[in-house]
């Protein structure tokens, strides 16, 4: 079974500002998908980055970076530069990549508030 | 454009009642999910399918039914037998292939009165 655990319930960033969202993950399949998610107040899920656990390098997309420690079994979100439009919940969440039954179900964490301050 | 519907935003129910949450999709994606997702915590899998005419229980299916008759269409209905519907329900699907992420509905927000 998979498990995703963001240990940080709330965060504070101010404006412009870089700030890292943890991220930790349990499995025991040797192939898988981390993927971040930002739910704004109006409760659509927005993709933001992906990382597969055979990439050799960091994901990144613009101000969104992914630090992944796969020895650790930890997929970190950086947010560089924090604007007032990403406070938001974030979402850490993981997929087995052999998955037989090809059924692409995303296990989530349970996670993080981010609160910008101007 | 291409994306995931889902209506209405907001549904108010009676106990006792059931009632019919929809999600279209014109993404052309062959699986569909729903998701449940109370304060303050993160999502969880309510049905999913993979493909027209078949379905399968997620982590959480009791009181709740689905359909899946056309690839654009998977409505989920939440019956009487379920014990605490309050929640908001979220539609997704999926393109081909394990790399892609899943594609999000703006959601409905279920309340029992």
């Known amino acids: 079974a998979q498990k995703i655990t963001q240990t940080q319930p709330g965060m504070f960033v101010q404006e412009k500002e870089a700030v890292t969202l943890d991220c930790t993950y349990d499995?025991?399949?040797?192939?898988?998908?981390l993927f971040w998610y930002k739910q704004p107040s109006s409760g659509e899920m927005i993709f933001l980055i992906y990382?597969?656990?055979?990439?050799?390098q960091n994901a990144t997309e613009g101000r969104y970076s992914l630090n992944f420690q796969k020895a650790r079994k930890s997929a970190n979100l950086v947010i560089s530069a924090s604007q007032l439009g990403d406070s938001a919940m974030y979402f850490c969440?993981?997929?087995?990549?052999?998955?037989?039954?090809?059924?692409?179900?995303?296990?989530f964490g349970k996670g993080t508030k981010l609160s910008v301050i101007p | 454009d291409g994306g995931i519907t889902q209506s209405p935003k907001y549904l108010f129910r009676k106990e006792g009642q059931n009632v019919t949450l929809s999600c279209e999709q014109n993404?052309?994606?062959?699986?569909m999910y729903w998701y449940r997702q109370d304060p303050g915590q993160g999502l969880r899998l309510i049905y999913y399918?993979?493909?027209?005419?078949?379905?399968q229980k997620g982590d959480i299916a009791e009181g709740y039914s689905v359909s899946r008759e056309k690839k654009e269409s998977f409505p989920l209905t939440v019956t009487s037998a379920q014990k605490n519907p309050t929640a908001f329900y979220l539609c997704?699907?999926?393109?081909?292939?394990?790399?892609?992420?899943?594609?999000f509905g703006p959601g409905t927000r279920l309340t029992v009165l």
């Open positions: 990382q597969g656990s055979y990439d050799q």
């Open positions: 993404l052309n994606h062959d699986a």
């Open positions: 997704a699907s999926n393109g081909d292939g394990l790399e892609h992420e899943q594609f």
């Open positions: 969440a993981m997929r087995d990549l052999y998955s037989g039954a090809g059924s692409y179900q995303l296990t």
């Open positions: 399918s993979q493909i027209v005419n078949d379905f």
């Open positions: 499995t025991s399949d040797p192939s898988y998908g």
